[in-house]
């Protein structure tokens, strides 16, 4: 090494000292830190009181990051101390978010807050709760929840209902799928198309949980089935909605917990309850969580306790060939008995005529279901079902039932049944009721 | 040097990384080191008590990769209810010079490159503005290069402002490139200022938002064009440019009405449902896409809240007398939503004719019914299944107001029924055999007393083929024969028929020009060929 050289790094090392030493003293100084009153809330609007004035028109710039630095999209207004804060999309309750404001004199504060949720009971009424996403806690969705009023008095056992949300429709707005679940839990004043969650709820008073899941678009507008719980939905990998399965778990883990610390116990299984692709999703949920369910309603049964039928591997979601795969375990019979299985249909429904269009679960699973079903008309198909359930010895556990006068529908005589046969189902033993013969 | 000193120097550095950064560098990590911004001069050198310049780029020294802080634009915030400008996404960085003197933003008076002399602290921001080729989209996110000489800076925050308001949205800079993503609609034409703070200085590009900046007619677009109130529309609308449509026969916009088919007091709903339909997943954009035409569907309001009177999907008559708010004469807001198209496409090289195509089905069916008979002017064919307005005051007795009739269209709207631009429309309404919608105990709530009392006069019946007979028994009594062809589809209830796909293309080749032309139906309906039908805009 040439003397120059050693002369040149030596003086780059010793300015490389001095630099990180005023570095240490620049940023530490860089933001002053100033206290606020207030709660900044995780999914609405919030106003802080700031302790240190700053003055509106010096105000050059105002922004919120999340503790990654990332910045978080929010409307921001500055009055007098108030400042209000209105983030555009949900901030991640439990979290801490800095609150940055520049000044055009070169001032820059910081106020550090803890995002909350609204967790804000009042038990004279129903109550629709929105719990935002926690990914630290295995949710990265928000989910909502339903307390009806009567729940905090309501002394016999009570099961979480939990209704998977199915919107209907492939889309890349959460918003959208979120304004389906809150139709759903009856926030606008109105219910339609729900799966029975909101009536088992209010009717049993005990809370109705429903995840605020997307349905991704895809290239060809199938989308991902993930309200279905279909295959490709199951294996998806790096997406945020991977295996929402195990996510819907940790929210009913998430939500039990917080309905014990506002007094409202639980029973550790939960009723489920689903219409169509939900309905598909409950079934699918319940051959591999067993031991979470207590009860399901549901318009569809295609799954089977089986790995094999006629000759025909049943891999998932059709049984439970590969169900290990998923849940690092075998499939679970003596709990999967213990389930109480409503399931109904309407006998001008033909949606489970063809292989879903929207559900992928591959070629093996089409050319399965084909053999197993042939050409799939009802209710040849129908019929084979309750076959091969009595067939393989689980029929005690399976109530199906054929509404009369009705398509891929549910009437409110069909909620009513769906009610009345959780309620029946809320002890140790599986109960049948007699369910209506026409839908209307 | 010494090895404590190496060691010391190692620590700080260190600790610098880990724990003391508070601002989040913006350069590329396999930058090389730099040893200061290399940006214009401080602007005010009067700035005793602003930190060392230098101290930042100390912090960039230790700031490896790895360290997170820099956003990544794979963990972008997804552009939620934002819709991309194209079918394909990708947001591309190029664009026009900015004008800042076209400026219509900041009048907050923090002009570029002078201090506030309203501060007191005596330490202002150095103000530096970017000159940046770039622009933003009104409705989905945008990224712009940033200049060389700006790698290298540290980023303590930005902001976004329109005038004084600030505006929400999540930005971040990786590569030296910006991303910026709006969470709510910009406007066309107005320039927004994006300011990035470092330690010292406070930077400033302007920025000007566009609804459409390119079209490129190699491929089908879709772009969702924002409210504006000062146009005449109050709510949005999706343009939809197939593949070819500069190179299309067919120089006219389709519009279909949206039809949600459900109600809901949040907008966002109905845009959802629109953008599915606009994409393809309708009667008119999916002839517009064979036809290489433009499409547009407007973003119209079915509110939960008093449902019955804010049917703004069919037209009704409680929607056309609204004299106040968002909601009034809705019609007229797709008139200005056909003019803002039509214009925003002869910018982009594509002139069309006045006249427009129209597609429904159930309630746009009758908003496409209605607008015909209140702007014969504006339309060139129809092709619907949602038939229940007459051209006429009186038919059997009876008079007939809107939404029946016209006895009272005057009234309703200050204009006379214009006869001569109506006997001009081509139509070509449809029902399906077993159809039971238009029973009229069960569409009664969507009219009032007397006009219920009118549809019983008039068909006398609850069974819909008979009530559709008498449909077309009546245009031709009244001498509308010659203009509208009625078709029953054999074998669906209230539903679009596939077969009619194929009528609508028919249907519109053969009345694009002078003349009205009849086609030959298919009646099966649920024949549909694919191969035939993408190729039958040839």
Redesign the interface.
Same mark, same amino acid.
Request: proline fraction near 2%; charged fraction near 15%.
């Given at each position: 090494m040439k003397t120059g050289t050693r002369i040149w790094l030596?003086t780059a090392?010793?300015s490389? %000292?001095l630099?990180?030493?005023?570095?240490? =003293?620049?940023?530490? *100084?860089?933001?002053e830190t100033i206290k606020a009153n207030g709660t900044l809330y995780s999914t609405k609007g919030s106003v802080l009181t700031l302790q240190t004035s700053i003055a509106e028109?010096?105000v050059?710039? %105002?922004?919120i990051?999340d503790a990654?630095?990332?910045?978080?999209?929010?409307?921001?207004?500055l009055e007098g101390s108030r400042l209000y804060i209105?983030?555009?999309?949900d901030l991640v309750g439990g979290k801490v978010y800095t609150i940055?404001v520049?000044?055009? *004199?070169?001032?820059?504060y910081?106020i550090k807050a803890t995002a909350k949720d609204d967790v804000n009971i009042n038990h004279s009424k129903d109550n629709v709760i929105k719990i935002s996403a926690k990914p630290e806690k295995g949710y990265n969705y928000p989910y909502y929840l339903l307390i009806p009023k009567g729940t905090l008095e309501n002394s016999l056992k009570k099961y979480m209902v939990v209704e998977p949300n199915n919107s209907g429709?492939p *889309?890349? *707005?959460?918003?959208?799928h979120e %304004? =389906?679940v809150r %139709?759903h839990m009856h926030d606008?004043?109105?219910t339609?198309g729900g799966a029975g969650g909101y009536q088992v709820a209010t009717e049993l008073k005990t809370p109705l949980l429903m995840p605020v899941f997307p349905r991704p678009t895809t290239e060809d507008?199938a989308g991902i089935y993930t309200h279905a719980l279909d295959r490709e939905a199951m294996t998806v990998t790096g997406a945020d909605y991977e295996r929402v399965d195990l996510q819907l778990i940790a929210m009913i883990n998430d939500a039990r917990a917080l309905l014990a610390d506002h007094g409202i116990a639980l029973e550790q299984k939960v009723f489920m309850v689903g219409f169509s692709a939900s309905g598909d999703f409950v079934n699918r949920f319940m051959f591999m969580y067993p031991e979470l369910v207590k009860a399901i309603a549901s318009s569809t049964s295609t799954i089977f306790p089986a790995a094999s039928y006629e000759g025909v591997t049943l891999k998932y979601p059709l049984g439970i060939a590969d169900i290990k795969s998923f849940t690092g375990k075998p499939f679970n019979a003596a709990e999967f008995r213990k389930i109480a299985k409503f399931i109904y249909t309407g006998d001008q429904d033909r949606n489970d005529e063809v292989t879903n269009e929207w559900d992928r679960n591959g070629q093996e699973y089409v050319a399965a279901m084909r053999r197993l079903f042939g050409e799939e008309l009802f209710p040849d198909k129908w019929n084979k079902k309750i076959e091969i359930i009595n067939d393989l010895g689980y029929g005690e556990s399976y109530q199906f039932h054929i509404y009369k006068g009705i398509g891929h529908a549910i009437s409110s005589g069909m909620y009513d049944d769906i009610v009345r046969f959780f309620k029946a189902n809320m002890g140790s033993e599986i109960k049948k009721i007699t369910p209506k013969e026409y839908a209307n | 040097m010494r090895r404590s000193k190496r060691l010391a120097a190692a620590a700080l550095i260190f600790f610098v990384l880990t724990g003391c950064v508070s601002c989040n560098r913006a350069a590329d990590p396999t930058d090389p080191p730099v040893t200061g911004p290399s940006i214009e001069p401080s602007t005010d050198p009067s700035n005793s008590q602003a930190p060392d310049p230098t101290s930042g780029s100390t912090a960039d020294l230790g700031d490896g990769p790895g360290t997170g802080t820099t956003a990544n634009p794979s963990d972008d915030p997804d552009t939620g209810s934002s819709v991309g400008q194209s079918e394909d996404p990708g947001t591309k960085p190029t664009g026009v010079p900015v004008n800042p003197g076209g400026d219509t933003g900041d009048p907050s008076g923090n002009a570029p490159g002078s201090s506030d002399p309203g501060n007191n602290s005596g330490s202002a921001y150095d103000k530096v503005e970017l000159k940046v080729s770039g622009y933003l989209n009104t409705t989905a996110s945008s990224q712009v290069r940033l200049p060389d000489s700006f790698k290298g800076v540290t980023v303590c925050g930005y902001s976004m402002k329109l005038g004084n308001r600030f505006v929400p949205a999540e930005i971040s800079i990786k590569n030296n490139v910006l991303y910026i993503n709006p969470a709510e609609y910009l406007k066309d034409g107005s320039y927004y200022s994006i300011r990035i703070f470092s330690v010292d200085k406070q930077y400033e590009l302007r920025l000007r938002a566009y609804d459409v900046k390119d079209i490129d007619f190699s491929k089908n677009s879709l772009f969702l064009i924002p409210a504006k109130p000062e146009k005449g529309f109050n709510y949005p609308y999706y343009l939809r440019v197939p593949r070819g449509a500069d190179k299309s026969q067919y120089k006219r916009l389709m519009v279909e009405p949206n039809n949600s088919g459900r109600v809901s007091d949040d907008l966002e709903l109905h845009r959802e449902l629109a953008r599915t339909a606009a994409k393809g997943a309708c009667l008119g954009s999916s002839t517009a896409e064979v036809l290489a035409m433009p499409f547009i569907m407007p973003v119209f309001p079915r509110p939960l809240t008093e449902f019955w009177d804010n049917y703004y999907h069919t037209l009704s008559r409680d929607v056309m007398e609204k004299t106040s708010g968002d909601g009034k004469r809705v019609d007229l807001q797709l008139i200005a939503m056909i003019k803002d198209a039509q214009e925003l496409l002869a910018a982009h090289g594509l002139v069309l004719e006045k006249k427009v195509f129209m597609t429904g089905f159930s309630a746009s069916g009758q908003f496409v019914n209605r607008f015909t008979v209140l702007h014969p002017d504006w339309v060139k064919a129809v092709f619907h299944g949602g038939f229940t307005m007459y051209p006429t005051d009186k038919l059997g007795g009876n008079t007939l107001y809107f939404p029946l009739g016209t006895a009272d269209m005057k009234e309703l709207t200050g204009q006379e029924f214009n006869l001569v631009e109506y006997k001009k429309v081509a139509q070509f309404v449809f029902t399906g055999d077993q159809d039971k919608n238009d029973k009229i105990n069960e569409t009664a709530e969507d009219y009032n007393a007397y006009d219920a009392k009118v549809m019983h006069d008039l068909y006398k019946t609850e069974d819909c083929m008979v009530i559709w007979q008498k449909k077309e028994q009546y245009m031709n009594s009244l001498g509308f024969g010659g203009n509208i062809q009625f078709h029953v589809y054999k074998g669906i209830g209230h539903g679009i028929p596939p077969a009619s796909m194929h009528d609508a293309v028919k249907f519109f080749k053969a009345n694009n020009g002078a003349k009205i032309t009849k086609i030959d139906p298919i009646v099966d309906a649920w024949y549909f060929n694919g191969d035939e039908y993408w190729s039958s805009g040839r």
């Open positions: 030596a090392m010793t490389l %000292i630099l990180a030493v005023t570095a240490l =003293a620049g940023s530490s *100084s860089t933001f028109a010096d050059a710039g %105002i922004s990051e990654s630095g990332n910045m978080k999209a929010s409307e921001f207004h209105n983030p555009s999309r940055k520049f000044t055009s *004199s070169g001032k820059k910081q429709y *889309s890349d *707005s959460l918003t959208f %304004i =389906a %139709i606008y004043g109105y339609t507008g | -």
